[in-house]
């Protein structure tokens, strides 16, 4: 398995499942996708917490949460377009996908640099 598999996430997973790999993860979010491994959405610790507010249970499926409108970087843009996204959005972590939909990467900002997940010391 992957470093980048181990945010993946199932559509039919649980919030308290995706709680487990975005603690682990140690980025604040999961990657939810299909039985393909296609991209459908992010769920951040916020989603979730919002999520808890509005009276969702952590029991209930990640679908009741999730971004499906996330931010996110395509195979073969430079580091310059990724940078000026993360900037445009005020985030530090975004997936980057290919044409199928498939992540290919995590890119992460670590000072004016990007890296690639697992990036973190």
């Given at each position: 398995m992957s470093e980048i598999n181990k945010l993946f996430i199932k559509k039919n997973n649980s919030i308290k499942e995706a709680m487990a790999i975005i603690d682990k993860g140690a980025i604040r979010?999961?990657?939810v996708v299909d039985d393909n491994e296609k991209i459908y959405g992010v769920v951040t610790d916020g989603d979730i917490r919002r999520g808890i507010?509005?009276?969702t249970?952590?029991?209930?499926s990640i679908m009741n949460v999730v971004n499906k409108n996330f931010i996110?970087?395509?195979t073969g843009m430079r580091e310059e377009e990724i940078l000026d996204?993360?900037?445009?959005?005020q985030i530090g972590t975004i997936p980057l996908i290919d044409e199928n939909k498939k992540v290919k990467d995590v890119l992460m900002?670590?000072?004016k640099k990007i890296v690639s997940y697992p990036g973190i010391e």
């Open positions: 979010f999961a990657l507010l509005r009276g249970g952590i029991n209930e996110y970087g395509e996204i993360l900037e445009k959005a900002l670590k000072g």
